[in-house]
């Protein structure tokens, strides 16, 4: 991925956590997984934080991703 990629996909999730309540749930339908807002991060499977890993910069991941 290059940059303005990884700056697009931040943009877009950081916009699903500002929409979502604490404890909301949103729908990775690509991946078929469902992540949920947990104290300002979004809690997941191992299958989505790999892929998180992949699409997002090391610092934005690490604030905003946990395994469940």
Same mark, same amino acid.
């Given at each position: 991925? =290059?940059? &303005?990629? /990884? +700056?697009? =996909?931040?943009?877009?999730f950081s916009?699903?956590l #500002? $929409?979502?309540?604490?404890? %909301?749930?949103?729908?990775? +339908? #690509? !991946?078929?997984? /469902? !992540?949920v @807002? $947990? #104290? %300002? +991060?979004f809690?997941? *499977?191992i299958?989505?934080?790999? &892929?998180?890993?992949? /699409? !997002? *910069? +090391? =610092?934005?991941f #690490? @604030?905003?991703? *946990? !395994? @469940?």
């Open positions: 991925m =290059n940059a &303005k990629e /990884i +700056k697009e =996909n931040e943009l877009y916009r699903v #500002d $929409t979502l309540a604490e404890g %909301g749930v949103f729908g990775w +339908k #690509d !991946l078929g997984e /469902i !992540l @807002k $947990t #104290d %300002g +991060k809690q997941c *499977s299958k989505a934080y790999n &892929k998180a890993q992949q /699409i !997002l *910069s +090391k =610092n934005y #690490d @604030k905003y991703f *946990s !395994l @469940k």
